[in-house]
Each structure stands twice: as structure tokens, then as C-alpha cells.
């Protein structure tokens, strides 16, 4: 199936007089005829479900529906983007290990890795983006685990090489996780280009009415744990805590996924509501049709932005003149996203001054949903981070980022230029 059907249909095909419309199976439990039958399911004997803290089957429709559109073999829902690109990693990482990340991600994730997983034991090195090869080497340890990156990193919207990655991290016979949150899968598949995991927050285009928090950890079934059995115990050799099972032994190229359901999940929860996971299906629905508008406009501002006397720099990856625009044209052929950055010229108060007076786009610690918003990651998002970390992180202190919606893209280059009028 194309990705325009995968997006309706995917992971949901009802039978003979069964609702048409995915429906929510809002229960915590689930009833069984015999003692033996559900005990089957605790040993991991028999696929079934038990209780929804592990799996539910809202959730998992939705979860197969995104696992198909990223082309991969199985996924599991996440209550947040956050828990998601935890789990991701603390799947295969533990105290006393070392993971490699991009330094140009998300504020929270940076956060994340560089504090909370520093205090749980696991040592991250940042690297830069654009690091050649010889550099990304330099950063691998003997106890190295995984590489971690975005697509297109929030908020400067640059575009990863992911190929470039891949092959860096496969060479040290480790995986790649990507967070494909700002293309979607209608516009990158980061497991085409050598990624082995790949996250979300779908709280952003996925669900894209700005309804409901959550992610998604999508397996690509690809990655051969067993040619590293030292390096990924968790795997590889017996769980104690399953009555010795191998995961790779028993689940074969689905090992990865299995184990973040049955062990993470059983042991630290935050599975999204099947209530949350309806909404989420209803946004993935329509995602293709969005995306496209999404970007459409998102090109159609930026051009505007760019020709403007008051605006010191942009970046939008469809924009020629644009760095990644290269990268963008391998990666992103379709388009990237609604989301872009630039700068004003002038200080910081007339940042603020022609925030203050955008009438239709509104200020809001959110992107890439139906409404345009804009956010200033210094004062908001980021404001944690010192001037040393933002930099380090690739947020300029004047940049604005600007999430393109769905509104009609001359009402909302209209509300641009009134504002930018306002000296
Ligand atoms: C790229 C990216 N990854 C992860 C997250 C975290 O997602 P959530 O807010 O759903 O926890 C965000 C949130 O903005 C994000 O932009």
C-alpha cells in the first residue's frame, strides 16, 4: 500500500458487521475462561492480552499503523515523545554504559540524556551534526550502545545525514535511533537510510490538533543483536526476571520491541490511554493530506520571510538558499515540515515587540499542529540551558521558531507582515 492508504487503513481492517471507525477498547483488564490460559500469557507463551499497562488493542492498531508507515516490524505507544526516547535507549542502556547523540535535538531530550541519564549512570558523549566521520569514530567507546538523532532537529530544522550516521554507528556494531517527529513518516522513512529504531513524539503532525500528549518507539526488526551478544546481555541471554527467556531466541528480529513491551513497560508503565490512542488514530488518518498542506505553506512563508528587510536569517530546509537544502533534496524530496527559524535584525526587545503584535499566529510551547504558533526557545523551551548549552545545541539566543498550520497562508502572511510593520 502507498502511504496515503497506510494512513487510513494500516494496522485496522474490521470483519463482517465490525464497527468502521478503530474503535476504543477502554478496559484495564481482560476476562479468561482457565487459570492455564492466562498463565500462558504471563510466561509470554501465547500473544493475548492481560492487562493494558502492557498492551491493549486500541493501542496496538496504532501502534501496527505507524510501524507500517515507518516500515518496520512492530511498535509500541508511549504516554509522551519523552518516554519514548527513553525507553528507545534504556531498552539497550544501562549504568556503566555510553551512548553517542547529536547535540542539535530537542531541549527535553538534551535534558534528558544529558542530565537524568548521566545521574542513572550512563555516560553520553554530544557530537556535532555536521561532524565528518573521522570525528563522529572519535567519540565511540568500548562500552558504547547506541547513536541517537533527529531527522530534522528541533528547533533549527536542520536536516541529519542520516546514511552518514548509520554507517559510523553499524561499523561499531551499534544501532541508530532516530526521532522522526517533524517529517512524519509521509515524508522521511529514516529506516530506508540505515536507521534501526525510530521514535516519535505524536503529540506533534501525528495527532495534529494539538489533543493529546504522546510517542511511539517503531522497531525495524533489522538490526542482528545476536552478532554482539556481549553488547546487548538484555537481549541476547536469559531474563531472570521471564523465567530465563532469550528474547532474540524467542522473538527473532522483533526481540527489540518485545522487550521494551514486556520488560519496560511492565516495570516503569506510561502507555498512552486508549482513549489518547483513538485521537492519535484520528490525526494519523489525515496525516498525508496535512503534511502536504503543512509544508505548502511553510514554503510559501519562509519565501516571504526571506524577501523581507527586517529578517536577518531563516532557516527551512525547502528554501534554496538554505544549508541542508541539499540534504533535504535526498532526505526530504516531498518536503520537510511546517516548522522553520529565523531571526530579526535589531536586539531581543524587537523579537518580543513583533511577537507581541502577531494577531492570528499565537505564542505557544508547541509546533506542528493545525495552528501556527511561534515560540522563542531562549525564553521558553530551552530557558534552562545556559548561552554556552544553547549554542552548543544549535539555538541561536534571537532565533524564533515559527510552526506553519493549516490556516489559509495569505491570512497568515497578512498577520507576518503587520506585525514585521511594527517597528
Ligand atoms: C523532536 C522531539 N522529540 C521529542 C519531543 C518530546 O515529546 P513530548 O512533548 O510528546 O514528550 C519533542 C517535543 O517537542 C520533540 O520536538
Redesign the pocket.
Known amino acids: 500500500m502507498k502511504k496515503g492508504t497506510e494512513c487510513v487503513h494500516a494496522g485496522y481492517s474490521p470483519a463482517n458487521g465490525e464497527p468502521r471507525q478503530m474503535p476504543i477498547c477502554q478496559s484495564t483488564t481482560f476476562k479468561y475462561e482457565s487459570s492455564d490460559a492466562m498463565g500462558r500469557l504471563f510466561d509470554l507463551e501465547e500473544p493475548g492480552y492481560f492487562y493494558t499497562r502492557l498492551q491493549n488493542p486500541t493501542n496496538d492498531r496504532v501502534a501496527a499503523r505507524i510501524a507500517a508507515l515507518e516500515g518496520g516490524v512492530g511498535a509500541c505507544l508511549t504516554?509522551?515523545?519523552?518516554?519514548?526516547?527513553f525507553f528507545a535507549c534504556f531498552n539497550i542502556c544501562e549504568a556503566g554504559d555510553h551512548m553517542i547523540a547529536v547535540a542539535n535535538?530537542?531541549?527535553?531530550?538534551f535534558n534528558l540524556f544529558g542530565w537524568t541519564f548521566r545521574k542513572m549512570g550512563i555516560d553520553v558523549t554530544f557530537v556535532e551534526m555536521d561532524a565528518d566521520e573521522a570525528a563522529l569514530e572519535a567519540a565511540f567507546k568500548p562500552n558504547t550502545k547506541l547513536v541517537f538523532g533527529?531527522t530534522?532537529?528541533?528547533?533549527g530544522v536542520r536536516v541529519l545525514d542520516i546514511e552518514k550516521f548509520a554507517r559510523v554507528a553499524h561499523r561499531h556494531g551499534v544501532p541508530l535511533i532516530i526521532?522522526n517527529?517533524?517529517p512524519t513518516p509521509v515524508n522521511c522513512r529514516p529506516i530506508e537510510f540505515g536507521a534501526d529504531i525510530v521514535?516519535?513524539?505524536?503529540?506533534?503532525y501525528m495527532d495534529g490538533q494539538g489533543v493529546a500528549?504522546?510517542?511511539v518507539v517503531v522497531d525495524s526488526g533489522r538490526f542482528d543483536w545476536t552478532a554482539y551478544p556481549q553488547r546487548f546481555p538484555g537481549l541476547c541471554t536469559p531474563d531472570a526476571s521471564y523465567h530465563g527467556l532469550v528474547y532474540t531466541e524467542r522473538f527473532g528480529n522483533a526481540a527489540y520491541i518485545t522487550k521494551l513491551v514486556t520488560h519496560l513497560m511492565r516495570d516503569l508503565g506510561s502507555i498512552p490511554s486508549p482513549q489518547n490512542a483513538f485521537y492519535l488514530n484520528l490525526g494519523l488518518q489525515t496525516l498525508h493530506v496535512r503534511m502536504k498542506r503543512h509544508c505548502e505553506s511553510a514554503l510559501a512563508v519562509a519565501k516571504f520571510l526571506e524577501s523581507r528587510p527586517e529578517v536577518a536569517w531563516i532557516e527551512y530546509p525547502g528554501l534554496e538558499s538554505d544549508p541542508c537544502h541539499a540534504l533535504a533534496q535526498k532526505y526530504l524530496p516531498g518536503g520537510s515540515c511546517g516548522v522553520m527559524a529565523f531571526g530579526l535584525k535589531g536586539d531581543r526587545a524587537r523579537a518580543v515587540r513583533f511577537m507581541d503584535s502577531l494577531k492570528l499566529v499565537t505564542i505557544e510551547t508547541?509546533?506542528?499542529d493545525c495552528h501556527t504558533c511561534i515560540l522563542h526557545p531562549a525564553s521558553h523551551?530551552h530557558r534552562q540551558l545556559s548561552d554556552e548549552q544553547l549554542r552548543e545545541a544549535g539555538v541561536r539566543p534571537d532565533l524564533m521558531r515559527l510552526s506553519v498550520g493549516l490556516e489559509d497562508v495569505e491570512d497568515l502572511i497578512a498577520d507576518i507582515q503587520q506585525a514585521l510593520d511594527k517597528k
Open positions: 504516554s509522551s515523545g519523552q518516554a519514548a526516547n535535538i530537542y531541549g527535553g531530550t533527529e530534522l532537529t528541533n528547533p526521532d517527529t517533524f521514535t516519535h513524539s505524536t503529540t506533534k500528549v504522546g510517542g508547541h509546533v506542528a523551551t
